[in-house]
Every structure is written in C-alpha cells, then in structure tokens.
C-alpha cells in the first residue's frame, strides 16, 4: 500500500525486454539504498517487486499485464521516474490510499499557469469516468492529487510548486502519457453497489427481500 506522496525522483539505466516481459533498472537517491530483494516499491505509480538492489541501483520485472497497461514499456534511458516506498505501520499518512495497480493510462491535453502553480488537464479512458468526481482523489504517475474539474473525458488537478519541483509531472508535456489509479474506495464502492442492484424494483417478493438479507426464506416473522 502506498500514499500517492513521491519520495524522490529516480533515473531510468536501461529497459531490456524479453519474450512478453522486460527488465528495468532504476538509480534512485537517498532514500534507495535500503531496499532488499523481494520488497515493493512504486514507479511512476506502478507497483513492483525489487530483484536486484546494490547500492542505489535496483531492477525490477515488467510483465507482460504491466506492459500492456502502464506507460513503463515506454521508458528511455535518462528518463526521470517518480519513486515511493510502501507505507510502513505507523509511518504518518498523508495523502490517500494508493495500491499501485494502474487503472488506465491518461494523456496530458492542456496547461494553464496559476502564480507559481499550474494547472494541468488530462484525458482518460472513458471506463474510468464512473469513478472520477470533483474533490475526489487520483494518482497520477503515482502523485496523490485532488480531481477540480471533471468532464466525462477529462479532468483537471492543480500542481503546487512542491509538486512541480519533488516529482516528475514539473518535466512533463502536452501530449505526454501518465498512469493513472482512481481512489481505492470509489473502486469497490462502485462494485458493491452494482452487486447490490435490484433489476426489478417494482416487485418486491419475500424471497427477494430474503436474497438481499433483509427476510428469512420461510414462516411469518
């Protein structure tokens, strides 16, 4: 599990793919040099397993789900990542629940300076469009943000100077391509919700009422 809040910014060595999957290798900072075999860590919002770690250089596989789904299959040599360790037990949280598993992948279509701020309004698959609403929360290249303006095919979120500045949407341009997680929550609300939809709510039987739990199968109480 993780926050959405990037922890520095890490630097692209090599992508080597294979038959269906590819290998990454990343050099990270100050914080890297910690990471063990095994453990997990967030690459531009992906969720993925370290299988090498010397120093602060790691490598992790991209399978062939990952590469279909994410922008990672499309990283360059030198190119700047955003990098998050899992949260720990009592670590503070401040940002909002980030799992790692990309939903879909956005496009950036507009820019507008705010002061020192900035703007930025980016397109999406429209699937994600049911769980996308104003105020809400999404990560975008593993950056928690908050959702301003929503469409059906687009949304806005505001990029403070610590965001332009600590993760890699300060480098990005029109026209680039972003993972993008919808809130955890809206997810599996959304879910239970369609499970929970009556297909005919204009007859209403005992057996009915007993299917959705609220009446035993038989007897009158």
């Known amino acids: 599990m993780f926050t959405g809040i990037v922890e520095e910014r890490g630097t692209v060595l090599t992508l080597s793919r294979g038959e269906g999957d590819a290998r990454l290798t990343i ?3 100050a ?4 990471l063990a075999v095994g453990q997990s860590i967030a690459v ?3 969720c993925l397993t370290v299988i090498q770690a010397t120093g602060v250089t790691f490598t992790t596989n991209l399978s062939a789900e990952t590469l279909a789904r994410t922008t990672l299959g499309d990283l360059k040599p030198h190119e700047r990542v955003n990098l998050e360790r899992p949260l720990k037990a009592g670590d503070r949280f401040g940002g909002h629940f980030v799992a790692g598993h990309v939903d879909g992948v956005g496009r950036i279509i507009r820019f507008e300076s705010a002061g020192e701020s900035k703007w930025m309004w980016v397109s999406f698959p429209t699937p ?9 929360s999404i990560a975008v290249d593993g950056v928690s943000l908050t959702l301003l303006e929503v469409s059906n095919e687009a949304f806005s979120v505001c990029l403070i100077p610590h965001t332009l500045t600590m993760t890699t949407l300060g480098w990005k341009g029109l026209g680039n391509l972003v ?5 955890l929550l809206s997810r599996y609300l959304q879910r239970l919700l369609a499970e929970q939809t009556m297909p005919d709510r204009s007859i209403v039987t ?4 007993h ?3 609220f009446a035993w199968a038989g007897g009158d109480n």
Do not use: F, M, S
């Open 128 to 136: 994600l469009a049911i769980y996308i609403a104003p105020k809400g």
């Open 179 to 183: 993972n993008l997680e919808v809130d």
């Open 44 to 46: 531009d919002g992906v």
């Open 206 to 209: 005992r057996q009915l009422l």
């Open 27 to 29: 050099q990270g900072g």
């Open 211 to 213: 299917e959705q739990g």
């Open 31 to 34: 914080q890297i040099p910690d």
